[in-house]
C-alpha cells in the first residue's frame, strides 16, 4: 500500500467571466490545486462533475446567470457545499447571502492572505 501524502494541495475553484484573470490564477497560486469555469453554466457543470474542493470563489456580477443565482441552485442541489462559497464582487451586494465577500480588483497578496487564513498550510 502506498502512503498517503500529508502535502495534498488544497483545492480551488475560480468562477468569472473575465478569461484572462482565470487564465493567470493557476500560475500564480501554485500552492494549490486550482480550476478555473468561465461563467456560472460551465461552473455548474463541473460542480456536477467533481464538487470536491475546499474554496469555490464565485464572481456575483457575470453575463447570464450571476453569482446568486448559480449559488441558489447549487445549494438547492448541494446544501453541504453552500459554506465553501466565497464571492468576488466589484461592487455588488450578496443580498440575504452571508458568505464572505471579497472586493474586486482582488490583488494576488490580499487573496493569498485570505486563503492562508482560510486553509492554512496548503
Known amino acids: 500500500m502506498l ?5 495534498t494541495k488544497k483545492r480551488l475553484l475560480f468562477i ?4 484572462a484573470w482565470l487564465t493567470v490564477l493557476p500560475k500564480l497560486l501554485k500552492d494549490y490545486d486550482v480550476s478555473c469555469a ?4 460551465p461552473a455548474l457543470a463541473l460542480l ?11 464572481d456575483v456580477c457575470m453575463p447570464g446567470m450571476g453569482g ?3 449559488f441558489s441552485l447549487w445549494s438547492a ?8 462559497f466565497v464571492f468576488m464582487s466589484g461592487g455588488e ?3 440575504g447571502i452571508s458568505n464572505t465577500l471579497l472586493e474586486k ?8 492572505q485570505f486563503l492562508n487564513q482560510r486553509l492554512p498550510n496548503p
Open 77 to 84: 442541489e448541494r446544501p453541504d457545499t453552500k459554506d465553501l
Open 105 to 112: 480588483p482582488l490583488p494576488v497578496s490580499k487573496l493569498r
Open 48 to 58: 456536477r462533475q467533481d464538487c470536491a474542493y475546499d474554496v469555490i470563489f464565485c
Open 68 to 70: 446568486r443565482e448559480l
Open 38 to 41: 468561465c461563467g456560472a453554466e
Open 3 to 7: 502512503p498517503t501524502s500529508a502535502t
Open 16 to 19: 468569472d467571466d473575465e478569461q
Open 93 to 95: 451586494t450578496l443580498n
